[in-house]
């Protein structure tokens, strides 16, 4: 098979014998890339554990190598193969958005109507976090959401731009408290024309740019105008904005550079681990850092190294820019910490139609940036280590006081604790939850909540007995049939951990004598004398005798966690329940054609859902989004 292979550039996938993707590589000779991982010996190393695996090859020819980067990086993203490094980041970066309503409006103010003034024809800016789109301006992105939030509060000071949502805009009858504090010039009232508000606008989105002496210049000519119209006011008002952006200058004074957009790009590898620090310079002006931490550094950077010389840093670093940068557009200069393939560049320089270029040994102010991000990166990385350590230390803390048997890290790493905790309010809209520990950290994408029904209201042992029957009932008829703790890559946890005392214990016990499971590893967590924290003791299903736990036991820490998390969890779910229940918002949406944001108009609007159904059909086809046939539809369901 690999004989057969062309040699041209292209993408090449690993299977193992189940059909699970190992590893994604890019090659810019297929068969000479791919023959490297079988002709050389790999005995004892990751890399012969992962070729030992391969049971299947599929490859992709593309046009360049160019391509594929591009493509490598998004069927890594996509598929998550075992041996790549990956960088997950489940958090967007934020922009600052300047639009309004369903449209922006052009720098003149063009379609601006005289009377009720109009959101659409003032532009709000506003934190953003999601995709892009054509109907409004966005900068950044930004490494996280205080330097937007800043940017923000300087764009009031200075520009006095408008912050609010549009259904409040509309619904003003007099300035807010952000016009009486010169943070806002009130457009929602009529106290600013629509083509002064769009040079203000204008001059702002300037200022974001960089160009912040073009800006004290359009507004010096401004108020110069205006002073010879004899248009004092409007010509103070002017006045008070360019002391204001003096004085922001002057502040940035000494964080001001010539470049514009830079990303300053440091990596650090130790332990098997690694951290990337990015730091962002928009508009002249360095907006902060900020640090991720890719998984699978030892497999993938050692695997990418077959048949080259380049070392982890450089590795981690590549992988870096390849899948941040084809989500986030990349700025024209990029300085790095260490050298990267030039296919790489001409690869996201295609993408983005801008050209990219790098700085490897930068000198001056940029080589004090790198400094930075490099020692941002370096004690972010020990601090993930020295946090990892600890958490290690606890898991084997509870798994020695619970009489678990994991000697090996790797069976310490594979510990699974599933925690239940109910939640409700004097009975009503009762919730169980379940989170789930592994790999010595808590895992969000697993974690679930049940919709109690059926019970007397404030029976948690009832509720209790529901939610474990129907987390493992299921499981329980397919270990029977196929034998062992392993079902299709469900298993059972090695500990369900039950947030309360001897009766919420007895209701797990009964359901896991009922469907046949060991119930030595249920283990309750029961509050001590005077229910105060650091005094609970653990109790067992199986008849062991409680163990109370010393108050700064590592056990313990951990079991409070795990606990505190599986109640924040119910909690609020219960919560979101009890409201739908309380407002009627389900009844919204139940309604075919109605998402959230056309629920969130419609109860912003009308004040709730009673508000919406007194509303008339023409009322509600009067809201943004709502048609004339959705409007009759809403009003049929709320009065049928």
């Given at each position: 098979m690999v004989a057969a292979l062309p040699a041209l550039p292209g993408v090449y996938r690993f299977f193992d014998a189940d059909g699970q993707l190992l590893y994604v590589g890019k090659a810019r000779d297929l068969k000479r890339r791919v023959s490297s991982y079988f002709q050389r010996t790999h005995d004892g190393t990751r890399i012969g554990h992962m070729v030992g695996k391969i049971a299947r090859l599929e490859t992709t020819v593309v046009r360049s190598e160019a391509e594929a980067l591009l493509l490598e990086s998004n069927l890594i993203k996509t598929q998550q193969p075992r041996y790549n490094i990956l960088f997950r980041d489940d958090k967007s970066y934020p922009y600052l958005r300047v639009g309004a309503g369903s449209r922006v409006v052009d720098a003149a103010g063009a379609g601006a109507m005289p009377g009720t003034p109009n959101p659409d024809h003032y532009p709000r800016v506003s934190y953003y976090r999601g995709a892009v789109d054509r109907r409004a301006r966005y900068f950044g992105p930004y490494p996280n959401a205080w330097a937007v939030k800043q940017t923000i509060e300087l764009l009031q000071k200075v520009f006095r731009l408008r912050t609010c949502e549009d259904t409040v805009f509309a619904h003003r009858t007099r300035p807010c408290l952000l016009h009486q504090i010169k943070r806002c010039s009130a457009p929602c009232v009529g106290a600013i024309s629509p083509a002064d508000y769009a040079a203000d606008v204008r001059a702002a989105c300037d200022f974001l740019e960089g160009r912040s002496q073009e800006v004290l210049q359009a507004l010096q000519a401004r108020m110069e105008a205006l002073a010879a119209q004899l248009a004092f006011e409007q010509a103070a008002e002017v006045r008070d904005q360019i002391g204001a952006l003096s004085r922001v200058l002057q502040q940035q004074a000494m964080e001001s550079h010539d470049d514009q957009d830079v990303d300053i790009v440091a990596v650090a590898v130790r332990g098997g681990r690694a951290c990337v620090n990015l730091a962002m310079v928009r508009g002249g002006r360095h907006l902060g850092d900020r640090s991720t931490f890719p998984a699978h550094v030892e497999d993938g950077a050692a695997l990418a190294d077959v048949d080259g010389a380049a070392g982890a840093e450089q590795r981690v670093l590549e992988a870096f820019l390849v899948q941040h940068y084809t989500d986030v557009p990349p700025p024209p200069l990029l300085v790095l910490g260490a050298p990267v393939d030039e296919a790489l560049l001409e690869a996201l320089s295609e993408q983005s139609g801008v050209r990219v270029r790098a700085v490897f040994h930068p000198r001056e102010r940029r080589r004090v940036w790198l400094e930075m991000a490099q020692t941002n990166a370096e004690l972010q990385l020990a601090r993930l280590l020295a946090e990892e350590g600890s958490q290690q230390a606890r898991t084997r803390a509870l798994a020695e006081a619970l009489g678990l048997e994991a000697a090996t890290p790797?069976?310490?790493?594979?510990?699974?604790?599933?925690?239940?905790?109910?939640?409700?309010?004097?009975?009503?809209?009762?919730?169980?939850?379940?989170?789930?520990?592994?790999?010595?950290?808590?895992?969000?994408?697993?974690?679930?909540?049940?919709?109690?029904?059926?019970?007397?209201?404030?029976?948690?042992?009832?509720?209790?007995?529901?939610?474990?029957q129907r987390r493992y009932g299921r499981l329980a008829g397919q270990l029977a049939e196929q034998g062992g703790d392993d079902a299709g890559g469900a298993r059972l946890p090695d500990v369900v951990l039950i947030d309360g005392g001897a009766a919420q214990v007895a209701a797990a016990r009964a359901v896991f004598d009922s469907l046949g499971l060991d119930i030595g590893r249920l283990v309750g967590v029961e509050k001590g004398e005077g229910r105060k924290v650091g005094l609970e003791e653990l109790v067992f299903a199986d008849g062991r005798p409680k163990v109370a736990l010393p108050p700064d036991s590592a056990a313990l820490l951990l079991v409070a966690q795990i606990?505190?998390?599986?109640?924040?969890?119910?909690?609020?779910?219960?919560?979101?329940?009890?409201?739908?229940?309380?407002?009627?918002?389900?009844?919204?949406?139940?309604?075919?054609?109605?998402?959230p944001k056309k629920r969130a108009r419609l109860l912003a609007r009308f004040g709730g859902v009673r508000g919406v159904a007194a509303a008339s059909v023409e009322e509600l086809a009067s809201v943004e989004g709502i048609s004339r046939e959705l409007a009759e539809a809403i009003h049929r369901a709320l009065h049928g």
């Open positions: 790797e069976a310490l790493a594979a510990l699974r604790i599933e925690a239940f905790d109910i939640s409700h309010t004097a009975g009503e809209a009762t919730m169980a939850s379940c989170v789930v520990y592994e790999h010595h950290q808590m895992q969000p994408r697993q974690y679930r909540r049940y919709a109690i029904e059926g019970i007397t209201p404030g029976d948690d042992p009832a509720a209790m007995r529901q939610v474990l606990r505190d998390e599986a109640h924040r969890f119910a909690i609020t779910g219960m919560r979101a329940r009890r409201a739908r229940a309380r407002t009627g918002g389900s009844r919204l949406e139940e309604i075919p054609g109605v998402g």
